[in-house]
């Protein structure tokens, strides 16, 4: 009995003692109307307006100009000598889940991230911190055709996973091309794909199948068969990117490997895609924007694997200059927070001007994924996700000062605790916030669940990078 009593009341310490979020951190009763005064307000799709007012009501941009006045109750905030900008949209991401591989098949199309959405997880909070205030959250690149992505917006402090979706943001999965998905499954288990051309035929093999599959639906709804054929949620995703309602977005580095996938894609009528990493695109720029395929790259990332090698940082310029629709992405639950620093590398290789160089982060981004008629610019009637800095986004000085989604604030530099964990076990591990020795780890663990060929491959100095 006396160590039943012990049990329970070492089980009541632990409880006791792990923090509970308060108001502070969920900012439950937070206000989404505020009027924000003298800033220069980089709008990125109609210039830049110096010393303007920005009105926000209800979690929308109301009002842009000079001399406005808050309406009733509406707070107001100085931000005289301070720059606005939309918030910063990171088009490649694997934060806020507790999952990245379904690596037990070349396609996982039936599998999706939003399933296992983790509103807990700080590092939304520390991409705040650097003023992002969207995350295309995707599925790592183990599988030819992976799983579904999530677009999320970042209000944490909600601890209801649905309240992190943005709501009908278009739907999206993620492909991968070259190594990844030729180690995982080739070398790994000894199917196709184990080759690049066994990648190809992986994804013309699941589209085929997908055509016929909905062909047989259509025949029944017509009344053309007595029966639908066997429920298939893989197969109802892949049908769907057919038919245009689920966005490609494609891991890959070579160049030869994004001509092969456009060239499939093409065969088959698909024309959403955006390439995600794109190191080669810079070869291939005008065949991009000829087909109107969307490149999401690294500004300066390459060498970390031999597929990688040849990479150069004008690429953003060259695609952008060629009329490819460009963002820069993190990969990364570190460089998120710096994405404002990659967008400035294009102004050093390539001589962006500032909005173009803003654009790659804002409402490139948000064209990418469907969701610009919401975010990515600073509009009358757009969601209030706005990025307040000290100085210029584009200066290696600029802090960010406050983030704000839906109107609401969800970063404040002077304001926040120290402490901004919304759960905390007395007994777990400090989590470091960057393992500079782990290259998959300060990559975003795009290979994370994939399996004994990742540890063989880490261990044999080969980073599967995503």
């Not at 940082?313 to 952008?320: D, F, G, M, Q």
């Not at 590398?345 to 409402?363: C, F, N, V």
Request: glycine share 8%; hydrophobic share 40%.
């Amino acid at each position: 009995m006396r160590t039943v009593f012990l049990l329970l009341f070492s089980f009541g310490l632990v409880w006791t003692s792990t923090a509970q979020p308060g108001p502070d951190r969920l900012r439950a009763d937070a206000p989404n109307s505020v009027l924000i005064q003298n800033a220069t307000v980089h709008t990125v799709t109609n210039g830049t307006l110096e010393t303007t007012d920005v009105l926000v009501q209800d979690g929308r941009i109301e009002s842009i100009g000079t001399d406005l006045a808050a309406p009733g109750g509406v707070d107001t905030y100085d931000a005289t000598g301070m720059h606005l900008m939309p918030g910063i949209i990171d088009a490649h991401s694997h934060i806020a889940i507790s999952d990245v591989n379904e690596a037990t098949s070349p396609v996982t199309s039936q599998v999706s991230v939003g399933d296992v959405l983790d509103p807990y997880d700080v590092r939304i909070y520390r991409a705040l911190a650097g003023g992002v205030t969207t995350s295309h959250v995707m599925h790592g690149s183990a599988n030819a055709i992976g799983g579904q992505n999530e677009t999320i917006k970042h209000r944490y402090g909600m601890t209801n996973p649905d309240a992190l979706r943005m709501d009908e943001a278009p739907r999206t999965i993620k492909f991968a091309l070259g190594e990844n998905p030729t180690r995982v499954h080739g070398e790994g288990s000894n199917i196709v794909p184990r080759t690049r051309m066994g990648v190809a035929s992986v994804i013309r093999e699941a589209f085929t199948e997908a055509q016929r599959y909905q062909a047989l639906k259509d025949a029944h709804e017509a009344g053309e068969r007595d029966a639908p054929p066997p429920h298939s949620e893989r197969l109802d995703v892949i049908a769907d990117i057919l038919s245009g309602e689920v966005m490609v977005h494609a891991h890959s580095y070579r160049a030869d490997e994004i001509l092969m996938l456009m060239d499939v894609l093409s065969d088959f009528d698909v024309d959403e895609i955006t390439f995600q990493h794109v190191n080669e695109g810079f070869k291939v720029a005008p065949e991009l924007a000829e087909f109107g395929a969307g490149a999401s790259i690294f500004s300066d990332w390459w060498a970390y694997k031999f597929e990688v090698y040849y990479s150069t940082a004008y690429n953003a310029a060259v695609l952008a200059r060629n009329g490819v629709n460009t963002s820069i992405n993190s990969d990364s639950p570190d460089l998120n927070r710096h994405l404002y620093h990659q967008a400035a590398k294009a102004q050093r290789y390539g001589e962006l001007d500032d909005e173009e160089a803003l654009a790659l982060i804002t409402i490139n981004a948000a064209e990418q994924l469907g969701i610009d008629d919401r975010v990515g610019s600073i509009e009358e009637g757009k969601d209030a996700d706005l990025a307040l800095f000290s100085e210029h986004p584009l200066s290696i000085y600029a802090v960010p000062q406050r983030t704000y989604v839906d109107g609401i604030v969800r970063f404040d530099r002077d304001d926040d605790p120290d402490d901004m964990r919304l759960q905390v076990d007395p007994e777990s591990v400090v989590e470091e916030t960057v393992v500079w020795h782990d290259t998959g780890t300060r990559h975003g663990a795009c290979m994370q669940q994939a399996g004994s060929t990742h540890l063989h491959a880490t261990e044999t100095g080969l980073h599967l990078h995503d």
